[in-house]
């Protein structure tokens, strides 16, 4: 004769799931992985030397060709906008900047982070907001010493020809202004750009075609054409820093200082926006 016993059933407990990760953690988790990169203090060191080297540089041109040329009719104490901010040192912060804030997406995909990231924050719209709020404040740091830094060191090797003028002379803080926000509008660029693409060497040179290349491809003679050459971060800047008033004789269309401050800002907000819906849409 056998007896039956009863098991009790047993309950299984689904382990209890932590708190979502507050917003300020993902930013917090994004300068740490930022700073970890030993080749970001590096390049951002390098790319400030380079760039304040430039305008010291240019600074010391025009040093030698106020000694060597006669009087002209320009004003001693008159704005030298693009010796301050040579175009040259800025080309280069701009390809810098925008490779970055490509790299901050683009070396995880590479690297497979992402889904370590994806899993721990599934909310992947959260994840590209903060590493755009780290890269923009990350960039508008580095932006503005860079500026400060090009027009201090330019005004002070031009005191020694008593062309210098002071940061109060007008035109010059709309010019360090735009100078300074320059680097983090082309990095929220690349960063948009390394979510849409996710690929190293595609998004770098689709970075450096859409800031410098693709704005060459349109004059300003014709109306259609000026408006894509002004629609761009470069002719944006150049506008900005440009302290003189356009050329009423002149037969090429240019740019407004108002339309140039929105090209600015839709640039980023757009970038920022089309990887936010890009990345919840589409698997990692």
């Known amino acids: 004769m056998t007896t039956s016993t009863s098991v009790p059933p047993t309950t299984s407990y689904a382990p209890a799931a932590g708190p979502p990760a507050r917003f300020r953690d993902l930013i917090a988790a994004e300068w740490i992985k930022m700073r970890?990169?030993?080749?970001?203090?590096?390049?951002?060191?390098?790319?400030?030397?380079?760039?304040?080297?430039?305008?010291?540089?240019?600074?010391?041109?025009?040093?030698?060709?106020?000694?060597?040329?006669?009087?002209?009719?320009?004003?001693?104490?008159d704005f030298l906008a693009f010796t301050a901010f040579p175009p040259a040192g800025y080309w280069l912060l701009m390809l810098v900047a925008g490779a970055i804030g490509a790299g901050t997406v683009v070396s995880e995909y590479s690297s497979g982070l992402i889904r370590t990231t994806t899993a721990a924050v599934p909310a992947?719209?959260?994840?590209?907001?903060?590493?755009?709020?780290?890269?923009?404040?990350?960039?508008?740091?580095?932006?503005?010493?860079?500026?400060?830094?090009?027009?201090?060191?330019?005004?002070?090797?031009?005191?020694?020809?008593?062309?210098?003028?002071?940061?109060?002379?007008?035109?010059?803080?709309?010019?360090?202004?735009?100078?300074?926000?320059?680097?983090?509008?082309?990095?929220?660029?690349?960063?948009?750009?390394?979510?849409?693409?996710?690929?190293?060497?595609?998004?770098?040179?689709?970075?450096?075609?859409?800031?410098?290349?693709?704005?060459?491809?349109?004059?300003?003679?014709?109306?259609?054409?000026?408006?894509?050459?002004?629609?761009?971060?470069?002719?944006?800047?150049?506008?900005?820093?440009?302290?003189?008033?356009?050329?009423p004789d002149s037969l090429a269309y240019t740019a407004t200082v108002p339309g140039s401050w929105i090209v600015y800002t839709v640039w980023p907000l757009v970038a920022v926006v089309l990887a936010v819906v890009v990345v919840r849409r589409r698997d990692v």
């Open 36 to 77: 970890s990169l030993r080749s970001t203090p590096w390049t951002l060191a390098l790319t400030t030397v380079f760039v304040t080297g430039s305008a010291a540089a240019a600074a010391l041109a025009e040093y030698d060709d106020i000694a060597d040329s006669a009087p002209s009719p320009r004003q001693p104490h």
């Open 124 to 247: 992947r719209g959260g994840v590209v907001l903060a590493k755009a709020v780290v890269t923009a404040t990350l960039w508008t740091a580095v932006g503005t010493v860079i500026s400060f830094g090009s027009f201090l060191v330019s005004q002070a090797i031009l005191d020694g020809r008593h062309a210098g003028v002071p940061i109060t002379h007008p035109g010059v803080a709309r010019a360090m202004v735009a100078s300074a926000l320059l680097a983090p509008v082309c990095a929220l660029i690349g960063l948009g750009l390394g979510v849409l693409i996710r690929h190293s060497a595609t998004t770098m040179i689709t970075s450096v075609f859409t800031l410098l290349m693709f704005p060459t491809l349109f004059s300003q003679s014709e109306l259609w054409s000026a408006d894509i050459n002004h629609a761009m971060p470069v002719t944006a800047w150049k506008r900005l820093v440009q302290n003189w008033p356009p050329d």
